[in-house]
Each structure stands twice: as structure tokens, then as C-alpha cells.
């Protein structure tokens, strides 16, 4: 169905008193300029999420805190993901402009704190560096929600309904630069200079991204009066957070797991107050998240397949790097440059289908072809296996990231053209919110697959390997392979030629002690000494047999002993070189296990994703066809009721 696009003025209701429609008012120079501030500051947020992760490992070595490794992002992600749709609501209100700026401060105030974190200024502050700096990462995730909550906003706001496709896809291929400049930065800043300036490096970005948007912006206000739903805000904030920590923890199966009580505790938490939430918001004059909204099927449809594209999208890159490192051999800190083929389509996808939509006017089509398009992705990434050469794998990113590219441009064109211009800010917000808690979620079912099917292939792939090793080996492959450690690894991959090094220094230095063994018992010329020497249960079985059948006679002169000794060695020689030969053989069947089973794995959870993907595609079939003015058409329709007042 095909529908004209609501006037500016939404749905027949009047405009709130003193709205100003910024995209008439403001001449092209200032909104340039307005823009390019606004996506420094986006950018600052988004650079921030794949910066850090490169530089984590110094990071714990320096502030000696591994058992908190995983906070440091989790605490970002707390603050963050819970905050966006507060700060939509109140760039409504107060307008975007003193919201955008107080995100920033706090972001720069977070970063700089980060990179002191540890420091003896702050002494034993909060216990130690490294839970300063979970601490100070959580204040960065207070201000980076209101980077990206507000920033798409701010598009609708200065640019006309025939304008805004274009500019959306370059928030969109923002996020692809700041994935491929983030670990490349990390790297270098951490390697070269200090891991503290990759928390530093943002206040200078910071500074211009302050000055473009102080100078410039007006307060983009939408008119509506300040009436704060205060308890509204708590409860979505105690909604999502144990949520988010109920999602982690589950996943963490050595530590809690999904039957752990404070696990099912946080789960109950987020339930009572999610009822909570909706009761107080269909009450509340002036809701955080107004309900009235999921009568708009665009709105509706469209952030519950922003829910689904979430979690594709997140789990799309977490397990492709997984399959870089660990079956492709890739280095864990080059996999984030490894997945550039998919940032490149992503970009690319994201550009184009923001200029198509302004120039066909229609938006549903494109956002169709694009998910039909990932699923293809995820169906070509289905068919990984141990040896798909990597040419294959980069064009099948390539697919992929041409799906994913057109998603958060035109699902924030579709949602922002389809409610009431005051109500934009809450209403991007709320996609975005919606499309993080897909990516948690997401993360947390995938990981709990990862963690079940790795488990299974590599205990059925270890089993016939055991079977056959050498009897030394076979304790270690049995722990090695009941998925364990297989899955707890990670990001580090399987090291075979290390593995036989060290191996072959360990064989040799076990026959070197057996020889000294043997050596001083023969020397002695006792044969009770060469006996006992015998009974380890240790030595070789052709060689206790050999030491068994020494006779008396054999060590009783210098020469016999020199003889028998010759023997020995030369026997020890040939059993050394086929100890080496036989772990070097069991050591590249495990590498190929090892790899096989991630292979394996990843397929089958790209298999998954075509479902999840073919959810989004289904939640798209029923939103409105909204017909938006085009370029030719003059760029905006009808000037709002409080523009028509000015």
C-alpha cells in the first residue's frame, strides 16, 4: 500500500505554540556547517565503541585487571543503551541543541578521566585503576547516549522530508569509517604513543565538534512545554539495566549461568518494572516513551525490525571476526581490519540508499532489497567451512554489508517522515533503543549457541583424534577437547606451529632425562641398578625390554658399557624422531579439528541469522508505503501551522 507522508504538522493536530520549521528557516551554509559538526560529535561516539577494544590487553596488564576485562565495555553499554530514549524525550522538550552539548561535555569529561585512570593522583579511588576506569567508562556511555540519540534527529530537524535520505546515509556510513579507523587508531595510539590516548584522542574532536555546534545550531526546539515524566525515566532505566547485566551474566557460564539466581533475579526485576513502565506511561501527560506511538504501524513495524536487524547485525560481525581468527588464521588485533570488505559495503549501501530514497520518494522497496540482500550475506555465510579461501569470504562481507548499509539510514527516514515533527526525537531515539537491545539480546543467544554447538563439535571432532594419539597426549586432549577451552579462547586462535615447537623442546627433553637415567645405571655396572631402572612404568616399551635383557656380563668392563650404551642411544634416537613425527601428526589433526569445528559453528549460527533476518523482512512487509516529497518535487511539501504563523 502506498500512502502519502503526513504534513509536517502530523496527523491533523496542531503544531505546539512558538514551533519554528528549522529547514525553511536556516540557510544552506549554517546547516553545512550544523552537520558537520553534529557527525563529529556521532562520530566520536561510534569510534569510541571499536577504539577501545584493540588496546584492552595492555590496558589490563597496566591496571591489573583481568577479572574486570569484560566490564570495561559492559559499562559503556549499561549507560548508554539505557539513557536513549530519556535523551530523546528531552531534546523534544529542551530542544537538541543544549542536549547534543551536554552529551558532549560528558563524554569529554569520561574520556579524559579514562586516560587517567590508574594514575597516583587518584590513589586508591573506587578500589583501583581499573575499576576507575569501569567507572569513568560508564560516564562516557552517560554522554555518548545523547551523541547518538540526538544526532539523527538533528537531520529532520534542518532538512526537509525530500532532503533527509541523502544526509541520513552519511550518519549511516559514519559508523562503517569509525569500525575501520577505530582498531587501526587503537592499535597505533597504543603501540606508538600510550593506550591512554585513545581515551585522550577524543577531547580535540571533542573541542571542534563543541565549537561547530555552539556557533551555529540553533536550539532546534520543537515548541512542547517541559513536563517531565521523572518516574517514567527511572523505569526504563531499571528495565534495561538488569536486563542488559541479566543478558551478560547468563552468557558467563563459569561464573553464573541462566539457572544462577541473581541471573533469574535481574531477569524478574526487568519484568516488574517493564510493567511498571507501561503503566505510568499510558498516564502520564507527557510519557518518556509515548505509547501512542505503536498505533502508527510505520513506527510499530519499524522499530521491531530494527529490533531484529540488531541482533543480525551485531552477531554478523562478532562471529566473522570469531571465524577470521580462528579457522582463517588472522591475527586478533588485524580481524577488525580484516572485516573492511564489510564496513566498504556497508557504506556504500548506506550512501546510496539514502540518495535513491530522496530521489524515487519511496523508502519501503529499498529497506526490502537490502534485507534480501543480508540474507543472501548470511546465506553465503552459511557455507563457510575450513578451507573457503578468504577471497570468497571478503566478497561474500562485501553482500553482506550492501544488506546491512540501508538499514539505519532508511528505518530513521521511514519512523522520523511518519510522526509528528514533535515527536522525532523520541521516536529515533526509541528505534535505536530498540535496535541496541536486538544487538544485547542478539549477542546473548548467539553466544549461548556458539557455546553449546562449539561444545558438541569439538568433542566429536577430538574423539577419534584421542583415540589415536600418543598415549602423553591423550589426558591433555581430553581436557582440550570437551569444548571447554575450545570456546572460552575466543579471539585466540589455535597457534600449531608454536604448539609443535614446544612440544618437540618437551619430547626431547624427556628423552634426554631418560637417557641420563639410563646412562648412570649402566655406568654403574650394577644390573639391579638397570632393574629398577627398567620398572619405570614411563620408559618406552621396546627400551625396558632392552634394559630387561642386559646381562651381567654386558656392564661389567668400560667397553662392554660404551657398547651397550651405543645401543641404547641409537634406539632412543629412532624413538625420538617418531615421538616428534607422531605429535607433529596428532598436532595438525587437532589445528584441523579446531578449525573444522569453528567453521562449523559460525555456519550454523549464520544459518540462524537468515531467520532472524527473514523477521526484520517480515515486519517490514506491513508498514505503510509513505509516499515522501522528492528533490523535483521542492524538497519539503507544506510548511507546518507554526511556520505558517511566522
Known amino acids: 500500500m502506498t500512502q502519502n507522508s503526513p504534513t509536517p504538522g502530523g496527523f491533523g493536530e496542531q503544531a505546539p505554540e512558538g514551533r519554528i520549521n528549522y529547514a525553511e528557516v536556516l540557510d544552506f551554509p549554517t546547516k553545512r556547517l550544523i552537520l558537520v559538526g553534529t557527525l563529529l560529535a556521532l562520530f566520536l561516539a ?60 560528558v563524554f569529554l569529561l569520561g574520556s579524559a578521566l579514562c586516560g587517567a585512570a590508574g594514575e ?21 556511555g552517560l554522554g555518548a547516549a545523547a551523541l547518538t540519540s540526538v544526532a539523527f534527529s ?28 577505530g582498531p587501526l587508531l587503537g592499535g597505533f595510539l597504543t603501540d606508538q ?62 561464573n553464573y549461568g541462566w539457572s ?46 530494527r529490533f531484529f536487524i540488531g541482533a543480525a547485525f551485531l552477531g554478523a560481525i562478532l562471529f566473522l571476526s570469531l571465524y577470521l581468527v580462528n579457522v582463517q588464521g588472522v591475527s586478533a588485533t588485524a580481524a577488525g581490519t580484516a572485516t573492511i570488505p564489510l564496513t566498504v559495503g556497508l557504506i556504500f549501501g548506506a550512501v546510496m540508499s ?72 523520541v521516536a529515533t531515539s526509541s528505534g535505536q533503543f530498540f535496535q541496541q537491545m536486538g544487538s544485547t539480546i542478539g549477542t546473548a543467544v548467539f553466544g549461548a549457541v556458539l557455546s553449546s554447538v562449539l561444545s558438541a563439535q569439538m568433542t566429536s571432532n577430538f574423539k577419534p583424534i584421542i583415540a589415536s594419539a600418543p598415549p602423553a597426549l591423550q589426558a591433555q586432549l581430553k581436557s582440550f577437547g570437551g569444548g571447554t577451552s575450545g570456546g572460552a579462547r575466543g579471539q585466540n586462535s589455535f597457534d600449531a606451529a608454536a604448539t609443535k615447537a614446544q612440544a618437540e623442546a618437551g619430547i626431547k627433553k624427556g628423552f634426554s632425562g631418560i637417557l641420563q637415567a639410563v646412562s648412570g645405571a649402566v655406568n654403574s655396572g650394577s644390573v639391579a641398578a638397570v632393574q629398577g631402572v627398567a620398572a619405570n612404568p614411563q620408559l618406552p616399551a621396546q627400551l625396558r625390554t632392552q634394559l630387561t635383557a642386559i646381562p651381567a656380563q654386558a656392564i661389567a668392563t668400560p667397553q662392554g658399557r660404551a657398547q651397550v650404551l651405543g ?52 515486519a517490514v512487509i506491513p508498514m505503510p508505503n509513505l509516499k515522501m516529497p522528492t528533490r523535483g518535487e521542492g524538497g519539503g511539501g507544506r510548511p507546518s501551522p507554526a511556520m505558517a504563523e511566522i
Open 354 to 425: 539514502g540518495q535513491l530514497a530522496s530521489r524515487l520518494g519511496y523508502y519501503k522497496i529499498l529497506i526490502i532489497i537490502g534485507l534480501c540482500l543480508m540474507m543472501g550475506g548470511f546465506l553465503l555465510l552459511s557455507t563457510l567451512d575450513a578451507d573457503t579461501p578468504y577471497g570468497r569470504v571478503v566478497l561474500f562481507m562485501v553482500v553482506l554489508g550492501l544488506g546491512i548499509g540501508p538499514a539505519l539510514p532508511l528505518f530513521n527516514l521511514a519512523i522520523q517522515n511518519a510522526v509528528k515533527p514533535w515527536e522525532i526525537g
Open 567 to 618: 645401543g641404547i642411544q641409537q634406539g632412543l634416537n629412532a624413538a625420538q624422531t617418531q615421538a616428534v613425527s607422531a605429535t607433529d601428526t596428532t598436532i595438525d589433526k587437532v589445528a584441523r579439528a579446531i578449525k573444522v569445528s569453528f567453521a562449523s559453528t559460525v555456519s550454523r549460527i549464520y544459518l540462524i541469522s537468515i531467520f532472524v533476518a527473514l523477521l526484520a523482512l517480515l
Open 154 to 181: 538533528i537531520v529532520a530537524d534542518i532538512f526537509a522530508p525530500a532532503e533527509r535520505g541523502k544526509y541520513q546515509g552519511l550518519f549511516g556510513a559514519v559508523f562503517g569509517l569509525s569500525s575501520v579507523i
Open 46 to 105: 561510534a569510534l569510541d565503541q571499536t577504539i577501545v577494544s584493540t588496546s584492552l590487553p595492555k590496558i589490563v596488564k597496566d591496571l591489573n585487571g583481568l577479572n574486570l576485562y569484560s566490564w570495561v565495555t559492559t559499562a559503556y553499554l549499561l549507560a548508554s543503551t539505557a539513557m536513549v530514549p530519556i535523551y530523546g524525550k528531552l531534546s523534544d522538550i529542551y530542544g537538541r541543541k543544549p542536549v547534543l552539548l551536554f552529551g558532549i561535555v
Open 120 to 140: 597516583p593522583f587518584f590513589g586508591n579511588l573506587f578500589g583501583g585503576g581499573m575499576l576507575q576506569l569501569v567507572v569513568f567508562r560508564g560516564l562516557q
Open 260 to 305: 544462577n539466581p541473581v541471573v533469574l533475579g535481574l531477569f524478574a526485576l526487568s519484568a516488574v518494572a517493564l510493567i511498571a513502565f507501561l503503566f505510568v506511561e499510558s498516564r502520564h501527560e507527557s510519557p518518556i516513551l509515548p505509547l501512542s506511538l505503536f498505533q502508527n504501524p510505520t513506527f510499530a513495524w519499524g522499530v521491531t525490525a
Open 193 to 254: 604513543v600510550s593506550w591512554r590516548w585513545v581515551f585522550y584522542v577524543n577531547v580535540p574532536i571533542g573541542a571542534v565538534a563543541m565549537a561547530f555546534i555552539f556557533l551555529k545550531m540553533p536550539r532546534l526546539a520543537s515548541g512542547l512545554k517541559p513536563k517531565i515524566d521523572y518516574l517514567g525515566a527511572l523505569l526504563i532505566v531499571v528495565f534495561s539495566v538488569p536486563l542488559l547485566l541479566a543478558l551478560t551474566f547468563g552468557a558467563d557460564s563459569v
